[in-house]
Protein backbone atom coordinates (compact mmCIF):
# COMPACT_ATOMS: atom_id res chain seq x y z
CA UNK A 1 0.00 0.00 0.00
CA UNK A 2 3.08 2.65 0.04
CA UNK A 3 2.75 4.34 -2.99
CA UNK A 4 -1.01 3.86 -3.12
CA UNK A 5 -1.69 4.92 -0.24
CA UNK A 6 0.00 8.21 -0.16
CA UNK A 7 -0.87 9.07 -3.76
CA UNK A 8 -4.25 8.32 -2.95
CA UNK A 9 -4.31 11.37 -0.78
CA UNK A 10 -2.24 14.32 -1.83
CA UNK A 11 -3.99 16.82 0.12
CA UNK A 12 -3.45 15.06 3.57
CA UNK A 13 -0.12 14.48 5.20
CA UNK A 14 0.59 10.97 5.83
CA UNK A 15 4.28 10.08 7.20
CA UNK A 16 5.42 6.64 6.73
CA UNK A 17 7.29 4.71 9.72
CA UNK A 18 6.49 7.54 12.18
CA UNK A 19 7.20 7.23 15.78
CA UNK A 20 4.18 7.48 17.62
CA UNK A 21 6.35 9.17 20.61
CA UNK A 22 6.18 12.16 18.92
CA UNK A 23 2.36 12.03 19.60
CA UNK A 24 2.02 10.55 22.65
CA UNK A 25 1.88 12.39 26.04
CA UNK A 26 3.98 9.68 27.83
CA UNK A 27 6.52 10.65 24.67
CA UNK A 28 6.82 7.09 24.52
CA UNK A 29 5.54 4.49 21.76
CA UNK A 30 6.63 2.57 18.59
CA UNK A 31 5.85 3.87 14.91
CA UNK A 32 3.15 3.29 13.31
CA UNK A 33 2.99 1.99 9.44
CA UNK A 34 1.19 5.10 8.35
CA UNK A 35 -0.24 8.39 10.32
CA UNK A 36 -2.81 10.61 8.65
CA UNK A 37 -3.68 13.85 9.81
CA UNK A 38 -7.19 14.40 8.54
CA UNK A 39 -8.34 18.16 8.76
CA UNK A 40 -11.99 17.46 8.27
CA UNK A 41 -15.02 15.00 8.50
CA UNK A 42 -15.00 14.08 4.91
CA UNK A 43 -10.74 13.36 4.74
CA UNK A 44 -11.28 11.07 8.03
CA UNK A 45 -14.08 9.51 6.06
CA UNK A 46 -12.59 8.59 2.82
CA UNK A 47 -9.19 7.11 5.02
CA UNK A 48 -11.51 5.08 6.70
CA UNK A 49 -13.27 3.89 3.06
CA UNK A 50 -9.56 2.94 2.04
CA UNK A 51 -8.86 1.63 5.24
CA UNK A 52 -12.04 -0.55 4.74
CA UNK A 53 -11.72 -0.98 1.02
CA UNK A 54 -7.77 -2.15 1.50
CA UNK A 55 -8.62 -4.08 4.21
CA UNK A 56 -5.90 -2.40 6.66
CA UNK A 57 -5.94 -2.18 10.38
CA UNK A 58 -7.11 1.31 11.56
CA UNK A 59 -6.37 3.04 14.46
CA UNK A 60 -7.72 6.27 15.75
CA UNK A 61 -5.93 8.50 18.11
CA UNK A 62 -7.17 11.68 19.56
CA UNK A 63 -4.60 14.17 21.82
CA UNK A 64 -2.97 10.20 22.69
CA UNK A 65 -3.39 11.58 26.50
CA UNK A 66 -4.57 8.45 27.54
CA UNK A 67 -2.61 6.28 25.59
CA UNK A 68 0.47 3.67 25.58
CA UNK A 69 1.60 2.88 22.27
CA UNK A 70 3.93 -0.40 23.07
CA UNK A 71 7.29 0.11 21.47
CA UNK A 72 6.72 -2.25 18.36
CA UNK A 73 4.03 0.14 17.12
CA UNK A 74 0.96 0.19 15.05
CA UNK A 75 0.30 -1.80 11.81
CA UNK A 76 -2.13 -0.25 8.88
CA UNK A 77 -3.37 2.74 8.83
CA UNK A 78 -3.39 4.99 12.11
CA UNK A 79 -5.04 8.38 12.35
CA UNK A 80 -4.28 11.38 14.59
CA UNK A 81 -7.94 13.79 14.19
CA UNK A 82 -6.12 16.60 16.16
CA UNK A 83 -6.10 18.97 13.20
CA UNK A 84 -10.44 18.39 12.60
CA UNK A 85 -10.72 20.55 15.32
CA UNK A 86 -13.54 23.24 14.69
CA UNK A 87 -16.07 24.59 17.32
CA UNK A 88 -18.63 26.16 17.86
CA UNK A 89 -20.81 28.41 20.50
CA UNK A 90 -24.65 28.82 20.06
CA UNK A 91 -27.00 29.98 22.49
CA UNK A 92 -27.59 26.84 24.45
CA UNK A 93 -25.15 24.17 22.86
CA UNK A 94 -21.52 23.86 22.07
CA UNK A 95 -20.42 21.47 18.86
CA UNK A 96 -17.11 20.09 18.52
CA UNK A 97 -15.31 18.46 15.77
CA UNK A 98 -13.90 15.15 17.57
CA UNK A 99 -10.43 16.44 17.44
CA UNK A 100 -10.60 19.78 18.87
CA UNK A 101 -8.86 20.12 22.29
CA UNK A 102 -11.34 19.66 25.64
CA UNK A 103 -9.57 22.63 27.07
CA UNK A 104 -10.17 24.60 23.70
CA UNK A 105 -13.81 23.75 23.86
CA UNK A 106 -14.04 24.39 28.26
CA UNK A 107 -12.95 28.11 26.98
CA UNK A 108 -15.24 28.45 23.53
CA UNK A 109 -18.12 27.68 26.57
CA UNK A 110 -16.75 30.04 28.82
CA UNK A 111 -16.55 32.63 26.58
CA UNK A 112 -19.98 32.24 24.98
CA UNK A 113 -21.13 32.53 28.70
CA UNK A 114 -22.14 29.01 28.75
CA UNK A 115 -21.96 26.75 31.90
CA UNK A 116 -22.09 23.16 32.71
CA UNK A 117 -18.47 22.19 31.50
CA UNK A 118 -15.92 23.83 33.36
CA UNK A 119 -15.10 20.41 35.33
CA UNK A 120 -13.08 19.99 32.16
CA UNK A 121 -11.56 22.85 31.98
CA UNK A 122 -7.88 20.57 32.68
CA UNK A 123 -8.60 17.75 30.76
CA UNK A 124 -5.91 17.72 28.17
CA UNK A 125 -7.48 14.93 25.47
CA UNK A 126 -9.52 15.53 22.66
CA UNK A 127 -13.41 15.70 22.54
CA UNK A 128 -13.38 12.33 20.72
CA UNK A 129 -11.17 11.07 23.39
CA UNK A 130 -13.69 12.33 25.76
CA UNK A 131 -16.39 10.79 24.55
CA UNK A 132 -14.61 7.55 24.14
CA UNK A 133 -13.52 7.30 28.01
CA UNK A 134 -16.45 8.99 29.48
CA UNK A 135 -13.55 11.77 30.86
CA UNK A 136 -14.80 13.02 33.79
CA UNK A 137 -12.99 15.10 37.22
CA UNK A 138 -14.34 16.50 40.08
CA UNK A 139 -17.75 15.50 40.04
CA UNK A 140 -18.84 15.87 36.60
CA UNK A 141 -17.87 13.77 33.25
CA UNK A 142 -19.13 13.67 29.84
CA UNK A 143 -22.44 11.92 30.08
CA UNK A 144 -24.05 14.74 32.13
CA UNK A 145 -23.23 17.10 29.37
CA UNK A 146 -23.09 15.41 25.67
CA UNK A 147 -26.37 15.35 24.17
CA UNK A 148 -24.97 13.66 21.08
CA UNK A 149 -21.92 12.87 19.02
CA UNK A 150 -21.85 11.35 15.15
CA UNK A 151 -19.66 8.52 14.55
CA UNK A 152 -18.46 6.94 10.90
CA UNK A 153 -19.07 3.66 10.84
CA UNK A 154 -16.01 1.20 9.55
CA UNK A 155 -17.76 1.26 6.37
CA UNK A 156 -18.16 5.51 6.15
CA UNK A 157 -21.56 5.58 6.98
CA UNK A 158 -22.20 8.54 9.26
CA UNK A 159 -24.43 8.17 11.99
CA UNK A 160 -26.28 9.79 15.25
CA UNK A 161 -25.79 8.38 18.52
CA UNK A 162 -27.55 10.03 21.49
CA UNK A 163 -26.44 10.45 24.99
CA UNK A 164 -28.69 7.53 25.79
CA UNK A 165 -27.04 5.10 22.57
CA UNK A 166 -23.94 5.93 23.93
CA UNK A 167 -24.69 3.95 27.38
CA UNK A 168 -21.77 6.12 29.48
CA UNK A 169 -20.34 4.18 32.66
CA UNK A 170 -17.33 4.69 34.58
CA UNK A 171 -15.08 5.45 32.32
CA UNK A 172 -16.62 3.79 29.35
CA UNK A 173 -19.04 4.88 26.39
CA UNK A 174 -20.13 2.07 23.69
CA UNK A 175 -18.04 3.96 21.30
CA UNK A 176 -15.59 1.85 23.25
CA UNK A 177 -17.70 -1.72 22.03
CA UNK A 178 -17.63 -0.99 18.16
CA UNK A 179 -15.61 0.26 15.45
CA UNK A 180 -16.65 3.61 14.93
CA UNK A 181 -14.77 6.72 14.90
CA UNK A 182 -16.31 9.52 16.93
CA UNK A 183 -16.21 13.30 14.20
CA UNK A 184 -18.29 15.60 16.33
CA UNK A 185 -19.83 16.00 19.61
CA UNK A 186 -22.83 18.30 20.76
CA UNK A 187 -22.72 19.86 24.31
CA UNK A 188 -25.76 20.90 26.13
CA UNK A 189 -25.21 23.68 28.52
CA UNK A 190 -26.77 26.39 29.76
CA UNK A 191 -26.65 29.87 30.07
CA UNK A 192 -24.40 31.23 33.14
CA UNK A 193 -22.10 34.26 34.36
CA UNK A 194 -18.55 34.36 31.93
CA UNK A 195 -16.66 35.73 35.17
CA UNK A 196 -18.19 32.80 37.18
CA UNK A 197 -17.51 30.49 34.79
CA UNK A 198 -13.91 31.21 34.41
CA UNK A 199 -13.29 31.34 37.74
CA UNK A 200 -14.57 27.98 38.47
CA UNK A 201 -12.29 26.77 35.93
CA UNK A 202 -9.17 28.58 37.06
CA UNK A 203 -10.08 27.39 40.68
CA UNK A 204 -10.01 23.39 38.87
CA UNK A 205 -7.02 24.49 37.46
CA UNK A 206 -4.70 25.68 40.11
CA UNK A 207 -6.03 22.80 42.57
CA UNK A 208 -4.80 20.62 39.53
CA UNK A 209 -1.65 21.82 39.36
CA UNK A 210 -1.15 21.52 42.74
CA UNK A 211 -2.24 17.69 42.52
CA UNK A 212 -0.88 16.71 39.65
CA UNK A 213 2.78 16.20 38.02
CA UNK A 214 2.21 18.25 35.36
CA UNK A 215 5.53 19.37 34.55
CA UNK A 216 6.56 15.84 33.53
CA UNK A 217 4.80 13.41 30.78
CA UNK A 218 2.41 10.78 31.71
CA UNK A 219 -1.07 9.76 30.86
CA UNK A 220 -3.08 10.91 33.58
CA UNK A 221 -4.17 7.85 36.10
CA UNK A 222 -3.41 4.87 34.81
CA UNK A 223 -5.52 2.62 37.16
CA UNK A 224 -8.95 2.89 37.27
CA UNK A 225 -10.64 3.51 41.00
CA UNK A 226 -11.35 0.10 42.15
CA UNK A 227 -14.58 0.06 44.08
CA UNK A 228 -14.29 1.16 47.71
CA UNK A 229 -10.86 2.17 47.27
CA UNK A 230 -9.12 5.14 46.47
CA UNK A 231 -6.13 4.41 43.46
CA UNK A 232 -3.77 6.69 44.91
CA UNK A 233 -3.51 5.75 48.51
CA UNK A 234 -3.31 1.82 47.51
CA UNK A 235 -0.10 2.80 46.01
CA UNK A 236 1.41 4.83 48.43
CA UNK A 237 0.77 2.68 51.18
CA UNK A 238 2.09 0.20 49.14
CA UNK A 239 5.19 2.03 49.25
CA UNK A 240 5.48 2.59 45.57
CA UNK A 241 5.65 5.66 45.12
CA UNK A 242 9.17 7.02 43.58
CA UNK A 243 9.99 3.50 42.50
CA UNK A 244 11.45 3.40 38.77
CA UNK A 245 11.54 1.03 35.97
CA UNK A 246 14.30 2.08 33.39
CA UNK A 247 12.74 5.73 32.92
CA UNK A 248 9.10 5.70 34.01
CA UNK A 249 8.46 6.13 37.61
CA UNK A 250 5.75 6.13 40.24
CA UNK A 251 5.16 9.83 40.47
CA UNK A 252 5.72 11.76 44.27
CA UNK A 253 3.40 13.92 43.61
CA UNK A 254 0.33 11.99 43.08
CA UNK A 255 0.89 7.81 43.32
CA UNK A 256 -1.85 7.53 40.30
CA UNK A 257 0.54 8.60 38.03
CA UNK A 258 3.48 7.28 36.21
CA UNK A 259 5.69 9.71 34.67
CA UNK A 260 8.55 9.44 31.78
CA UNK A 261 11.66 10.96 33.61
CA UNK A 262 14.29 9.62 32.24
CA UNK A 263 13.60 8.62 28.00
CA UNK A 264 11.71 6.09 29.38
CA UNK A 265 10.06 3.35 26.81
CA UNK A 266 6.24 2.30 26.62
CA UNK A 267 8.06 -1.18 27.55
CA UNK A 268 9.22 0.64 31.19
CA UNK A 269 5.60 2.05 31.43
CA UNK A 270 3.98 -1.58 30.84
CA UNK A 271 6.69 -3.35 33.11
CA UNK A 272 5.85 -1.02 35.93
CA UNK A 273 2.13 -1.22 35.11
CA UNK A 274 2.65 -4.78 36.00
CA UNK A 275 4.76 -4.28 38.83
CA UNK A 276 2.46 -2.14 41.18
CA UNK A 277 -0.36 -4.14 39.54
CA UNK A 278 1.16 -7.32 41.24
CA UNK A 279 2.36 -5.37 44.78
CA UNK A 280 -0.90 -3.71 45.44
CA UNK A 281 -2.49 -7.12 45.02
CA UNK A 282 -0.36 -9.04 47.01
CA UNK A 283 -0.49 -6.47 49.59
CA UNK A 284 -4.13 -5.81 49.77
CA UNK A 285 -5.75 -7.95 47.89
CA UNK A 286 -7.30 -5.79 45.08
CA UNK A 287 -6.76 -5.55 41.52
CA UNK A 288 -5.77 -2.39 39.67
CA UNK A 289 -7.67 -1.83 36.83
CA UNK A 290 -5.92 -0.03 33.65
CA UNK A 291 -7.68 3.10 32.83
CA UNK A 292 -4.75 4.10 30.11
CA UNK A 293 -5.43 2.14 26.50
CA UNK A 294 -3.00 0.07 25.87
CA UNK A 295 -2.28 -0.66 21.83
CA UNK A 296 -0.03 -1.46 19.45
CA UNK A 297 2.37 -4.29 19.53
CA UNK A 298 5.68 -5.60 21.55
CA UNK A 299 8.97 -5.01 19.97
C1 LIG B 1 -1.98 15.14 32.98
C2 LIG B 1 -3.24 14.39 32.63
C3 LIG B 1 -4.39 14.62 33.35
C4 LIG B 1 -5.56 13.92 33.04
N1 LIG B 1 -6.69 14.16 33.77
C5 LIG B 1 -7.82 13.49 33.48
C6 LIG B 1 -9.02 13.73 34.22
O1 LIG B 1 -9.06 14.57 35.11
N2 LIG B 1 -10.12 13.02 33.90
C7 LIG B 1 -10.11 12.08 32.89
O2 LIG B 1 -11.16 11.47 32.63
N3 LIG B 1 -9.01 11.84 32.16
C8 LIG B 1 -7.87 12.53 32.43
N4 LIG B 1 -6.74 12.29 31.70
C9 LIG B 1 -6.76 11.26 30.65
C10 LIG B 1 -7.15 11.79 29.26
O3 LIG B 1 -6.85 13.17 29.09
C11 LIG B 1 -8.62 11.55 28.95
O4 LIG B 1 -8.94 10.17 29.04
C12 LIG B 1 -9.00 12.03 27.56
O5 LIG B 1 -10.38 11.97 27.42
C13 LIG B 1 -8.36 11.20 26.44
O6 LIG B 1 -8.55 11.91 25.23
P1 LIG B 1 -7.49 11.79 24.05
O7 LIG B 1 -7.98 12.57 22.91
O8 LIG B 1 -6.14 12.14 24.55
O9 LIG B 1 -7.60 10.24 23.74
P2 LIG B 1 -6.43 9.28 23.24
O10 LIG B 1 -5.45 9.07 24.34
O11 LIG B 1 -5.90 9.77 21.93
O12 LIG B 1 -7.25 7.95 23.01
C14 LIG B 1 -7.87 7.28 24.10
C15 LIG B 1 -8.78 6.23 23.50
O13 LIG B 1 -9.84 6.88 22.79
C16 LIG B 1 -9.88 6.44 21.43
N5 LIG B 1 -10.26 7.59 20.63
C17 LIG B 1 -9.69 8.81 20.63
N6 LIG B 1 -10.33 9.63 19.80
C18 LIG B 1 -11.33 8.91 19.24
C19 LIG B 1 -12.35 9.20 18.29
N7 LIG B 1 -12.48 10.40 17.74
N8 LIG B 1 -13.21 8.22 17.95
C20 LIG B 1 -13.10 6.96 18.48
N9 LIG B 1 -12.16 6.64 19.39
C21 LIG B 1 -11.29 7.60 19.77
C22 LIG B 1 -8.49 5.91 21.13
O14 LIG B 1 -8.52 4.92 20.12
C23 LIG B 1 -8.07 5.34 22.47
O15 LIG B 1 -8.53 4.02 22.63
C24 LIG B 1 -5.55 12.98 31.99
C25 LIG B 1 -4.39 12.75 31.25
C26 LIG B 1 -3.23 13.46 31.58
C27 LIG B 1 -1.99 13.22 30.75
Known amino acids: MTQDVLASFPAIE ?3 DESLSHYTNTKTGGPADYVAFPKSISETKQLIEYANRHELPLTVIGN ?14 TLILTRMSQIHASET ?3 AEAGAALIATTKAACHASLTGLEFAAGIPGSVGGA ?4 AG ?6 SEVIEEVTVLTREGQLKTLSNADLDFGYRHSTVQDYDDTVVTATFKLKPGKQPAIQ ?3 DELNTLRASKQPLEWPSCGSVFKRPTGYFTGKLIHDAGLQGHQIGGAQVSKKHAGFIINIDHATATDYMDMIHYVQKVVYEKFGVHLETEVRIIGEDA
Open 64 to 77: ASNLIVKDGGIRGL
Open 14 to 16: IKK
Open 137 to 142: AYGGEM
Open 199 to 201: ARM
Open 131 to 134: VFMN
Open 93 to 95: EVV
